[in-house]
């Protein structure tokens, strides 16, 4: 107790401060995601995502090279393919884009590279909704076992991790039945275990073209409200066979990473999504907030939270910081 104890000691000296950092920030720890569109020579920025891109397949391999450059190795890829129907059907085709994209990707970097597939039908429906539905409602039980046919002709492309995101029961146990019925039991799955029903996916629906035509996610993704019912989700997608597990969003859910990370001893992700990264860029626009100052805490903040991996549409630039030592 004071007098005894000064803590602010220990933070007299930079050096000593650095040496008692709790909690650190890694290139390693990210996972950069890419929005993939059909054509040639395609790169339009998304409007309320300044620095996010929807790319053709060629401008992503640049983008590739880019990432390694900084040393980004894990990359998680999105589609918006050229049509939509009711069932989603061209999520699971061969020369589906996501597919030509992994393709594309493998041919190029072979290994160097960690790819990872969101798994999901909403950008693929016309409805926007992450399944095929009947009346207002995703049913469950069909897009599980479709689910299984786009994981894997995903892998059979080159897919490195499955990353289903639906958030259908029993969707991680489809998935892992079918990659081990086909060859793919060396394949991770890391499931979008929690994830809420939030207002923060409002970007990520204009880069991914996603939105639902009617109605909202909330009978399949969580109420923000519940912090007991996560452990629930969570405890599902461990017994199926989850390899990983992630909370979404982070930053309005940094109790939720803790809580997860607590409870199951299966590595963690967090994605810190697009409302996330269109709040901090706007204001930094603005001139409001100190940009990268604010980037780096809020990443550290996630981190500190629990989560071991975090996906972030920051990672290339954080990337480049650290190599200039900031
Ligand atoms: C698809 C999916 C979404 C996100 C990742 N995968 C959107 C949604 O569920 O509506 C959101 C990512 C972000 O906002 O950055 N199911
Ligand atoms: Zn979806």
Not at 86 to 114: M, P, V
Not at 137 to 161: F, K, M, P, R, Y
Not at 241 to 267: C, T
Request: hydrophobic content about 40%.
């Amino acid at each position: 107790m004071y007098p005894n104890t000064r803590l602010r000691r220990r933070r007299h000296h930079p050096i000593l401060r650095d040496l008692l950092q709790e909690t650190h920030l890694r290139k390693e720890d990210f996972i950069y995601p890419l929005f993939v569109v059909p054509g040639e020579g395609i790169k339009k920025e998304v409007s309320s995502m300044p620095g996010v891109y929807q790319q053709s397949v060629d401008q992503i391999i640049k983008e590739c090279e880019e990432c390694l450059k900084v040393g980004l190795k894990s990359l998680i890829l999105f589609g918006i393919p050229e049509t939509k129907d009711s069932k989603g059907s061209t999520a699971n085709h061969e020369h589906g884009i996501i597919q030509k994209a992994l393709r594309a990707i493998k041919k190029e970097f072979q290994n160097d590279l960690l790819l990872f597939t969101d798994l999901c039908f909403c950008e693929y429906t016309d409805h926007g909704h992450c399944g095929p539905i009947e009346g207002d409602t995703v049913l469950n039980d069909e897009t599980i076992e479709l689910l299984g046919v786009q994981a894997l002709s995903h892998c059979e492309a080159g897919a490195d991790v499955i990353a289903p995101s639906g958030m259908m029961d029993g969707m991680v146990q489809s998935i892992r039945k079918a990659l081990d019925d086909n060859t793919f039991q060396d394949i991770p799955i890391l499931s979008y275990a929690v994830k809420y029903a939030s207002a923060y996916y409002g970007p990520f629906r204009d880069a991914a073209e996603s939105t639902p035509q009617f109605g909202d996610r909330r009978t399949y993704q969580m109420n923000p409200a519940n912090r007991l019912e996560a452990i629930l989700e969570a405890a599902e997608d461990v017994a199926e066979g989850a390899d990983m597990l992630m909370v979404k969003p982070a930053l309005a859910y940094l109790d939720i990473i803790r809580e997860v990370k607590d409870h199951f001893n299966l590595p963690l992700a967090a994605y810190s999504v697009s409302g996330e990264y269109a709040m901090i860029k706007g204001a930094g626009r603005l001139g409001y907030i100190d940009e990268q100052k604010v980037i780096l805490e809020t990443l550290l903040s996630i981190k500190r939270a629990g989560a071991d991996i975090i996906l972030t549409y920051f990672a290339k630039e954080v990337a480049q910081w650290m190599g200039q030592k900031v």
